[in-house]
């Protein structure tokens, strides 16, 4: 089973920026569509942003423009860079395959806070 690490997440004031990884393990992320999923308190899991393994890019409306998702696959690695964050983007964040096939691993939790 691939085991998923994120990191990356912390506190930051509004209109910040952050830079989350997720390393998989194994070598078979490079066959997958990814994506970073974020979960609020008291919300369900959301997708932010998802990305090919040819690299085309889709995001949910509340991030465009600001999030970009990007991938390393010699690296196993996928990236979310954060731009602009706002308190509305406070929230544990996740990687898993675009359709989350893989179990989850701990997240990263973000918080956007004066």
């Known amino acids: 089973q691939v085991q998923l690490v994120e990191s990356g997440g912390g506190l930051v004031q509004p209109g910040g920026s952050l830079r989350l990884s997720c390393v998989a393990s194994g070598s078979i992320l490079r066959y997958y569509t990814m994506a970073w999923y974020r979960q609020a308190p008291g919300k369900q899991r959301e997708v932010v942003a998802r990305?090919?393994?040819?690299?085309?890019?889709y995001y949910a409306d509340f991030v465009k423009g600001r999030f970009t998702i990007s991938r390393d696959n010699s690296q196993k690695t996928v990236y979310l860079q954060m731009n602009s964050l706002q308190a509305e983007d406070t929230a544990v964040y996740y990687c898993n395959t675009g359709t989350a096939i893989w179990d989850w691993g701990q997240g990263t939790r973000v918080t956007v806070s004066s």
């Open positions: 990305i090919t393994n040819g690299g085309d890019t």
